[in-house]
């Protein structure tokens, strides 16, 4: 049974009253354990991760297996079916031990809307962190969602415009392109930032060739970042080079010109003329002069 959104009458609990209850939100090692049949046990209404990348599952399977399951989830009643549970935190253990079909061992409080989503956040925070992308998808899911901004703050220990930023970048980049490439917990703000400015300039297509691409679908999250990041480097058109050489009595070109966009050089083959940079060099003083004597005869010439 899916969760529907939250109700209205939960979304206003403003930050104070919110943070005062943080510490009476998580589970406690004085709290009662339960067993629950994991078929009984719903996600949260609010996904907090990218789904298909949870590269630990195996081995969190093989640690409750070997060693029980250490540490109890939290979970609420579900406010649409007394028979069930929701959970607060805890997505990966009862995951690994539905795979096991074993019970979960939890600890039930009943909880608000609001306060579900500020535990399940500063949970994350206390333990696997969220990548950078992943903060900014669950920030994007909880606005979306009706909660106002500060009980997503709360929820991320973020400033007011930090969390401007996160939901900023988010916005500009379609949520098919970031659920494509995943949690990548390498790529931090400064690099998703260069990724939607990236997609502005060169479109969506570019990202959908890459991303349907065989070697896109091979790799792993912070991999295909990477490949789309450097997909969607802006081609630089290079000023074209005018290029000249010249030689003694059609011999090895000893000085090379070339000139393009706002440039020029003079290139000398110190092999075939040894010492004539420095010398031609040391004569651009008088070189310069000339040329500014050659500019004013040809402007008075001009104006006769």
């Given at each position: 049974m899916r969760?529907?959104?939250?109700?209205?009458?939960?979304?206003?609990v403003k930050t104070g009253p919110i943070l005062h209850l943080a510490s009476d939100l998580r589970a406690e090692s004085g709290d009662p354990v339960i067993e629950v049949d994991p078929i009984l046990i719903d996600s949260s209404f609010i996904k907090d991760r990218i789904d298909g990348f949870d590269s630990e599952h195996g081995e969190l399977v093989d640690s409750i297996r070997d060693h029980g399951q250490q540490v109890p989830?939290?979970?609420r009643p579900h406010p649409d079916n007394s028979a069930r549970y929701q959970v607060v935190y805890g997505h990966r253990r009862v995951r690994a031990c539905q795979s096991l079909g074993r019970t979960v061992r939890a600890v039930v409080k009943t909880l608000t809307d609001a306060q579900l989503v500020v535990a399940q956040g500063q949970e994350n925070s206390a333990r696997k962190a969220l990548s950078y992308i992943e903060r900014a998808f669950f920030a994007i899911r909880l606005s979306d969602s009706g909660f106002e901004r500060d009980v997503i703050m709360a929820a991320l220990s973020l400033s007011k415009s930090h969390l401007s930023t996160?939901?900023?970048v988010a916005r500009r980049i379609p949520a098919s392109i970031i659920q494509a490439i995943g949690p990548a917990p390498k790529a931090g703000e400064p690099r998703w930032v260069a990724l939607a400015d990236r997609l502005e300039?060169?479109?969506?297509?570019?990202?959908?060739?890459?991303?349907?691409?065989?070697a896109f679908g091979s790799s792993d999250s912070d991999e295909r970042f990477l490949a789309l990041f450097n997909a969607l480097r802006p081609q630089i058109e290079r000023p074209s080079l005018e290029s000249?050489?010249?030689s003694v009595n059609g011999g090895r070109p000893i000085a090379t010109f070339r000139e393009?966009?706002?440039k020029a050089s003079v290139i000398v083959d110190q092999k075939e003329a040894p010492e004539f940079g420095r010398f031609l060099f040391a004569?651009?003083?008088e070189l310069y002069r000339d040329f500014l004597r050659s500019?004013?005869?040809s402007t008075e010439t001009s104006a006769k």
């Open positions: 969760s529907v959104r939250p109700r209205g009458a939960n979304l206003r989830v939290l979970l996160l939901i900023s300039v060169c479109g969506a297509d570019v990202a959908t060739a890459v991303i349907g691409s065989d000249k050489s010249w393009g966009g706002k004569q651009l003083p500019k004013e005869a």
